[in-house]
């Protein structure tokens, strides 16, 4: 997980686009940045960020494109999550923000993009789909046991212990968390997270605001997993971004989505890992993410 700052970059970024919101099926307010003009292009983001984490990507973009990029609910710009909350809740905000923009193009990044390829399902809004790495498992019991002591370490008040659990279990930590011993983990996610509320952190939504949220992805994870033979139903053009530098677990599900969407391209961009589609200061690297959506959406 990186540090959340705001350079120059960032800032200018900022200054071009204009906020608005849209009302979801259950009166959920969704939050979203709207840049550039062309066909509408949604950006849906994925755990431990906001729209916000997105903002270089969709500058980018904008060229060509009318770029959306809502804050999913529970997060920045968007309401709470609901006491009945399920993926399907997400599926009704994205066709609110569908019907509200006109767009026809969605590009899910991790959690977001399992939103997407269920979404997909039933959505004919939706023309074109491109996902960058949605965490799906063969099974549901690897993320299930990972939601559960996730859980428990929260309810316990040992929220950096809870975020190392994330951070472990999705593989997505830095190499060196693997050598390091577990106590020193939770000792430095705690004092990095002190650290955080002590500076500004500009429009990021800083970990401790974000950490309640990894329930709800987890979830959806747990709920989609084990499901992947649903999405040969999806006959869109679907684009399958992925980077040579993420966990082996996403890069097979990608594989396995290739070999079951009807339509389905899939890309690995070399030197990148799963944070690729975020902004360079939060260590993304969203140009080569940017060119290969010109080009599928073009």
Do not use: C
């Not at 970059?9 to 608005?20: E, G, N």
């Amino acid at each position: 997980m990186a540090v959340n700052t705001a350079d120059p970059t960032t800032i200018a970024v900022q200054k071009q686009y204009t906020t608005r919101s849209v009302t979801s099926k259950d009166g959920t307010t969704i939050g979203f940045r709207q840049f550039g003009q062309g066909p509408g292009l949604i950006l849906l983001h994925g755990m431990m960020s906001s729209g916000q984490n997105h903002t270089q990507l969709a500058s980018a973009l904008a060229d060509t494109f009318t770029v959306y990029a809502p804050d999913r609910r529970g997060r920045g710009l968007s309401g709470p999550y609901s006491t009945d909350y399920s993926i399907q809740k997400e599926v009704e905000d994205l066709d609110a923000l569908l019907t509200e923009t006109g767009a026809h193009y969605i590009f899910g990044v991790s959690a977001g993009g399992v939103v997407s390829l269920k979404a997909a399902l039933t959505l004919p809004a939706i023309h074109k789909l491109a996902v960058f790495e949605p965490p799906l498992f063969m099974d549901s019991a690897v993320p299930a046991a990972l939601l559960a002591r996730f859980d428990r370490e929260m309810a316990q008040g040992k929220q950096a212990a809870a975020l190392v659990t994330a951070m472990k279990g999705s593989q997505l930590g830095p190499p060196i968390f693997n050598l390091m011993p577990r106590r020193l983990l939770e000792f430095l996610t705690g004092k990095f997270m002190a650290s955080e509320e002590k500076k500004a952190t500009g429009d990021y939504l800083p970990m401790r605001t974000l950490a309640p949220t990894l329930h709800y992805d987890f979830e959806i994870v747990v709920e989609m997993s084990g499901k992947l033979e649903s999405f040969e139903a999806i006959h869109n053009q679907v684009l399958l971004l992925g980077g040579s530098k993420s966990p082996a677990y996403m890069k097979a599900a990608l594989n396995a989505l290739e070999t079951i969407l009807p339509q389905a391209e899939r890309i690995e961009l070399p030197g990148v890992g799963h944070d690729a589609s975020w902004n360079s200061d939060i260590g993304g690297k969203p140009e080569p993410v940017a060119r290969e959506l010109h080009r599928f959406f073009a």
